[in-house]
Structure formats: C-alpha cells, structure tokens
C-alpha cells in the first residue's frame, strides 16, 4: 500500500529536517553577507580558520543537543571544559605526560556527567537545579587545580607541543586537525544518536518519559549516557581549548553551556526533549561562529557585536518557531481531514 | 422564531482535500438532551466546533435561539449567543482555586483589587444552583477529582448564560459515583430550559439521560430521531454503516494449564493483598468501582509500581521484577490505562513507537537497529492490526484514539509474550475498533496467552472475559462466571468493603 518514495521526498520527509535546512539556509546567508562586507571574509586562508573555530561550539552542541534530546538541559558544560583544560594543564607544567594528564582530565569529566544523570535521572532533581550545582563545583574543582592561578605555558618541546600540534596547530590533509577531530566525534555520536539503540531512547524519553518507561527504557542509564556525552565532549573541548593557549585558564569555558544550547536550538535541537538531529548542530555552530569572526572582519566594535549576536540568535529561532507554527495550523487542519476520511 | 434553540442545515466544511462534512443538518430544541453519534472521525466534533465558532462554515445556515447566524461565527459571538462546550480535556488551571477558575478573565473588581469575597459568593450560588452545596470555591481545583473539576467547568459556563451546553465524552474519565451526579446535574440543567448535546461513545449509557439522537457518519447526516424510537442495533447500525452482528465476540478455548500465579501481592495503599491463577486459553477480566486497586495491582506486577511484597510465578518459575523491562524481558506485557501519557511516545513517530520495546529483538550486538528487521516488524503489526495510517513516519499522536491504541498493541504483539495485560483496552474509541480490539484479544488466547483486562464497562468485561474477578479495596471480593452472572452480583462483590 505505502507509497514508494523517492530519495529526495524520503530526504524531505524526515522529521525535523525542515529546521535544520533552514539553519543551513541561514550558514550560507551570512556566507554572503560577511563576504560582501569584506571581501578578504572567504579567503582560503580565513575560511580554514573559519572552519577551526567552529569546531569548539560544534563539540558542546553535539553534548548539549543529546542532553536537550532527552528532556533535560546541561549548564555544567562550561565548568568542565574549564576543569579539563585545567587539569590538563596543570599536571603538564608539573612534568606529567600529556597522556597521563589527558587521562585524569577525561576521568574527572566523567565523573561529572556520571553525577548529573545520577541527580537528574534517578534522583530526579529538576535539570537545571542539579546541574546548577555541579557547574559551580566543577568551576571550584578548575580555580583549585593551580591554587587559584592560571598556569604557567605548557612550554612548546617535544611530547606538549606534539600535544599542541595534534589537537589544534597542526594539518592534515590541508585542513586543520581540530576540524578532523569535531567532524569524527560528530559521526561517531550522529551514528549512536541515528542508529542505536541507546539513540532510540535517548529520543524516546525525551518524548514521553513514562511511556518509554513502560516500554522497559531504563530511565537513568539512558539519562545518564546523554550527561556522560556531554561531559565527554565538555573534556574534548577544554583540551582544545587549552591547546590553543597553551596554558590554563581559570575562566575558560565561560558561558559555554549557553552558546552550546544556542548551536543546539539554532540548529533546530526542541528544548523540551523528543525531537532534533545532530546535523543541524553543525548549522547551529556555525551560525556562532561566522558571526563572531565576521563581525571581528567587518571591524565591528565587540560591544556592538554582542548585540548584533544576540538579535540575530533570537531571530533565526523566532523565524523557526514561526515557520513551524504556520505549518501547525495549516496540520491540524490536514489532520482533522484526515481523521474523517 | 422556529421551534429549535439551534437549528443548522446543510452545513458543509471542506479541509484541504477532504470534505469534512457535507451537507449536515442537526436540530435541538430547548429542554432536551440530544445525544450526536458517530464514529471517531464521522464528523461530530467539527460540527460542534462551528457551532462553536472554532471553525467557520464553507456553506450552510446556523439559527441559534432564533437569532439567524449572518457570516462567519467566530468564538465570541458564540459565546454570547450562549454556545459553551465542556471540552473532554478539562481545561482548566490546576493551581488555582475554583472560583478564580469560573471568573478567569473576567474578574470582578472593586476599586482596582480583586473582589475575592464577592466572586466566592457568585461561585457559591451558581455551584448551589446545580445541587452542589459542599464545595468551597477556595479549593484548588487540582485537588478535586476529575468528576468534581467537571462540574467547576459547568458551572463556569453557566456563569456566562450558557444555553446550549456541548458535552464531549463527558462520562469517560468519571468513576460510576461521578457519572450518577452528572447525570442529575444534566437532568437540572435539562429542566431549567438548556438544550443540550452529549457526545459519548458508551452506548450503554445513553438511556439514562438522552431525549433524542442525531446520527453522522464519515461527514453526512445520517438520521434523527427519539431516542426511544431506536433499538440498540439499529443506532449501532447507523454509526457503522452496517450491522455489527456481534458487539462483543467470544471465542471458547478449551482452559489450558496455569500459567501465571500471583500470591498476596502488596503495593502501596491500594494494593492490599491479591492472590489470583490465570490459565492458558482464557481471558480473565478484573472488574470493580473506580479506585478498587486494579490499575495498581497490575502495574505492580508489571514493575511499574515498586511492591511491598508477594509473589509472581510464571510457568512455575518464581519472578523477581524490579521494573517494566525485567517484566518485558520474562514475558509479561501491559498495556496501560492511557494512552497518552502512559501508551505513546506521541511525537515520535509509528515506527520508533512500535520498535522501542523490541529493540532487543531487532538490534546487531553493538546495539545498532537493523532496518530490515525493524520494517518487518513494523509491517507484520501494521497488517494484523489494518492501522489506518499514511506511512509509518508519521507522528503517532497524529492518529486517531482507535488507530492509538492498535499502536500501543501493535508494540506488545510484536514479540511473544505469555501474559499480555491490557488496562481499559477500548476507552474512547468507536465501536468498530473496538471490535477489532476484542478480535486480537481472542487471537491472542487462541495462540495460548494468557490475557488479562481490566475494564470499568460491565457490558465489556462480562462480553469478552472466560472469568471475572472483582476487586473492592485492594482486595479481590469476588469471581464469577461471566456467562451466567448479572451486573447486580459484579456490583455486590464491588462494594464489599470489609473491614478485612
């Protein structure tokens, strides 16, 4: 009886894929915009630059957008990235490898996420109360790890600028490795998110929690695994982060749960759970990011920037909400047809 | 002035695509209850939602009270002409008291505050007018039962001189108590001069307040009428468009060996001590008032509920279930009570719906879902079930009540279970489906699993269960053969309170 579909109705017919061409639409826009403004915006060289710096928000969106997927938000995104960049640092100034050192960052990082979904999913603290709390621990948890000072550079000999170069500095294949690295991580957690059954829940719970529960969904283990993804790429992030200086820094991270949630719902993730793909998160990002450095090209003033990036942040998503509110009404009519036919 | 309090005639409404009603006529008179009947999808909430002024007319003439509806009706104007609906979802604000309920947006002031004392009283003489006197329009309104919320809503609407009062599906979420005084207060209302439409799909209880019935099926008129001028199978045949020979099909099964044993189960205040057998080949229906336990006792069993102790034993074997998925996993299912909040993951669509129990059937060992096996599932429970739907991507909550509920069964069929619990399988869906509904359940003792319902409708359980226990109190009262009992003897049982 069902009708066969070709590729691109079966493309268009995926759900959510609407908001995430629109964010797409959106990327290409300003594309223009800021190339028009300054035509030195779309050299090679800017571009590729570009493409780095939208590898941080891409990372945090990814972990925000799993969080967000399930119902629930994560605030402590920015302090962990700051607890890993400084952890990391700290023990390489004091002379540990940087593996050992990468290795204890990743170990407090989990543990992070490990205590959010504990408190969100079994303890049932509302998200943003529980990880309120854990984003102001692990803020301590970062001023603590050098006494209360930034760290000295990790220095550029041998194994920390191997360090340096791996995750930030260095290219392959003409393209910078940071790029490489956002784009595995993003294919590893599009296939577990699209293809798994951990991604089934991950959605499932978001959209009725009770019902999912009933089905046999272990509520806390899959809330869980989304804290433990967003911690993960929290950690990836502030080893970047820190590659990049090459120090540690106390307040990196900053308001990083914020422009995580905004990469997340610009590129078209619901807030309250059940609906979103992980492509969209890419648009999301680099909305962000051409927006920071195009305005940095156009010699726009940083105060004025911020508001620029606040208005047109709130614009796409208005324009998103409208468009899906049109089609809405437009449904329920179709809907209410379809129920008498 | 005619001899209606609202006559529509030839009301025609197209949505892109359908017609949604094609030259529709309906005929109320002041003083009379009328009961709209159809199928799910036959056109009666359209028709009340331009009565309304939801939705506006393509064609047609409205007269309300005599007064000729030129143009387009919208929402205010209704209101005004006395048009109020009392939605099936309550809509209300939970957090708020009753009377800030009846007064919503249109509060009283006095010198600029709110004139508490004066709305209370208000409240109070119009709650007084439908016989309802211990109620404190103080109370929260979340903290009234669903029965009580009901009559707030009424209350309200007769605050802004409703006429002509719509009532959809009022019965289906109130306990047999609650019933009994709607029925008294549409009786009040009915002797005060309201005409009154009542939209239910318990056929059963219609005789015990209807006047008059209009009849619509797939958006046409079909007949009206004195109710007392119809037998049963004559409305029946009207809705469906063809006769239903048999309302509640009962296949007999020879009683195979026992399968599941549940022993002094405990849980919670509602679940006080139950002790049942159920047996391969046959359908055991637990029935009882609202309140008596049932919904609890098998969430319990089914882990979604933790239970304070007891035994279940499956096929010999001593259970331990902790939660729903170590019931799923040992092979006992259940499908609740609704559907929304507890059934469907609304949002998502058929197929995630279907797949999210049985991910473990149809997932390679690294957890990745296998389409193929996923779309023979997903087809195998599309056909046994005839799921009216367009593709298998669409939302479930798109879908109509009926269609929802093969959904929830559709997830449980798809692997073999051997207890398969169903919590009132048919509530709010039309009486097609429900024979469809009742059809699986028979195919399912067929194949030799065990099936328990749980059903408030006497005339449900008694037509479809082999044996019927009854609950009172978090206890089972009662068992009796459903082949010779009365519905007196199940209510006995029902209201046996003991002390023990």
């Known amino acids: ?64 957008a799993y969080v967000c997927i399930t119902g629930n938000i994560d605030l402590s995104i920015g302090s962990v990235l700051g607890m890993s960049a400084m952890i990391s640092a700290t023990m390489m100034c004091n002379g540990s490898h940087p593996l050992v050192a990468v290795l204890v960052a990743f170990l407090a990082c989990m543990f992070t996420g490990f205590i959010n979904g504990l408190l969100v999913g079994k303890f ?69 998110l699209t293809f798994t059954r951990s991604g089934r829940h ?35 992030t502030g080893l970047i982060t820190m590659a990049q200086s090459g120090m540690g820094d106390m307040s990196a991270g900053m308001s990083y749960e914020m422009y995580a949630v905004a990469a997340a719902v610009i590129g078209g993730v619901s807030t309250l759970g059940g609906s979103g793909l992980l492509v969209g998160v890419i648009a999301g990002a ?16 940083v105060a004025f920037r911020n508001i620029i990036i606040g208005l047109i942040v709130v614009a796409c998503v208005l324009f998103d909400v409208l468009r899906r509110d049109g089609k809405k009404s437009s449904k329920k009519a179709k809907k209410e047809a379809v129920k008498v036919a | 002035m005619s001899e209606y309090a609202v006559s529509m005639e030839h009301i025609t409404k197209t949505f892109p695509g359908v017609k949604a009603l094609d030259d529709v006529q309906l005929h109320l008179r002041a003083g009379e209850v009328m009961a709209l009947l159809g199928e799910n999808g036959a056109g009666k909430s359209t028709l009340m939602k331009i009565l309304s002024g939801v939705y506006t007319r393509d064609s047609g003439s409205i007269e309300i009270f005599g007064h000729k509806v030129e143009g387009d009706l919208n ?11 009392i939605h099936q979802e309550l809509n209300m604000c939970q957090h708020l008291s009753v009377s800030a309920n009846m007064f919503l947006g249109r509060e009283i002031l006095k010198g600029g505050r709110m004139d508490t004392a004066e709305m209370n009283r208000q409240a109070r003489e119009q709650l007084a007018k439908l016989g309802i006197h211990d109620l404190d329009p103080n109370t929260t309104v979340g903290d009234l039962t669903v029965g009580r919320q009901q009559m707030v809503e009424i209350a ?92 509640f ?14 022993k002094h189960l405990r849980a919670g205040r509602m679940v006080k001590d139950v002790s049942f057998d159920a047996y391969e080949g046959e359908v055991l229906g637990f029935s009882g008032l609202v309140g008596a336990g049932r919904t609890e006792t098998m969430r319990a069993i089914f882990g979604a509920d933790p239970k304070d102790g007891g035994e279940i034993i499956l096929d010999g074997k001593k259970l331990t279930i902790h939660n729903p998925a170590d019931a799923i996993r040992q092979g006992i299912v259940l499908a609740p009570e609704d559907r929304k909040k507890d059934g ?23 957890g990745t879902v296998l389409r193929g096996k996923e779309n023979k599932m997903i087809e195998k429970g599309k056909s046994s079930l005839t799921i009216k739907m367009s593709s298998a991507e669409v939302d479930a909550g798109s879908l109509s009540g009926g269609n929802q509920q093969k959904v929830v069964v559709a997830k449980w069929l798809a692997r073999d279970s051997r207890v398969v619990i169903f919590d009132e399988p048919t509530r709010g869906i039309d009486v097609a489906a429900k024979v469809e509904i009742y059809e699986i359940i028979n195919q399912l003792k067929k194949n030799g699993v065990v099936v328990i319902i749980v059903s408030s409708e006497l005339p449900e359980v008694m037509g479809i269960s082999d044996r019927i226990l009854v609950m009172c109190n978090g206890r089972i009262t009662g068992e009796v053969d459903p082949r010779g009992t009365t519905e007196e003897e199940i209510m006995t049982y029902a209201t046996r309170f003991g002390s023990n």
């Not at chain 2, 009542?198 to 797939?218: A, G, N, W």
Request: include cysteine; charged fraction near 15%; hydrophobic fraction near 50%.
């Open chain 2, 75 to 85: 929402t205010k104007q209704a209101q005004e002409l006395g048009v109020a609906i």
């Open chain 2, 249 to 262: 099909p009962r296949d007999t099964v020879p009683r195979g060996k026992k399968v599941l044993e549940v």
């Open chain 1, 286 to 301: 680099s909305v962000w990011a051409i927006l920071q450095s195009g305005l940095t090209f156009a010699n726009v003033p």
């Open chain 1, 124 to 192: 049932k603290l509302p998200p943003f109360i529980g990880t309120l709390g854990t984003m102001t621990i692990a803020r301590g948890v970062a001023q603590l790890a050098n006494g209360n000072y930034n760290t000295d550079n990790i220095g550029s000999e041998g194994a920390a600028q191997m360090y340096k170069d791996i995750l930030y500095y260095g290219k392959t294949l003409g393209i910078y490795n940071g790029v490489w690295i956002g784009l595995i991580v993003w294919a590893i957690f599009f296939y577990i």
């Open chain 2, 344 to 366: 469907l993951c609304t949002k998502l669509s058929i197929r995630s719906n279907i797949a999210l129990p049985n991910l473990d059937l149809i997932c390679a060992k690294l």
């Open chain 2, 156 to 247: 309200k609407a007769l605050l802004i001189n409703a006429k002509v009062l719509v009532m959809d599906e009022p019965s289906s979420a109130l306990s047999n108590a609650e019933i009994e005084e709607m029925f008294r207060i549409v009786r009040e209302l009915r002797s005060q001069g309201c005409a009154i439409v009542y939209i239910s799909h318990r056929l059963q209880e219609l005789h015990h307040i209807v006047d008059s019935v209009t009849i619509m099926r797939d958006g046409h008129y079909i007949t009206e009428g004195k109710f007392t001028d119809f037998t049963m199978e004559q409305i029946i045949a009207n809705m469906v468009g063809h006769e239903i020979t048999n309302q």
């Open chain 1, 1 to 64: 009886m069902q009708k066969k579909l070709n590729p691109m109705q079966r493309f268009l017919a995926i759900r959510g894929i609407a908001s995430v061409l629109t964010a797409f639409a959106g990327v290409i826009v300003l594309m223009i915009i800021f190339s028009i403004l300054n035509p030195n915006f779309a050299k090679p060289n800017s571009l590729l630059t570009l493409m780095r710096s939208v590898v941080p928000f891409l990372l945090v969106g990814i972990g925000q």
């Open chain 1, 202 to 236: 991950i959605y499932a719970i978001g959209s009725n929690v009770d019902a999912a529960r009933l089905s046999g969904v272990n509520v806390f283990a899959t809330t869980t695994k989304a804290y433990m993804v967003s911690a993960f790429c929290a950690f990836l």
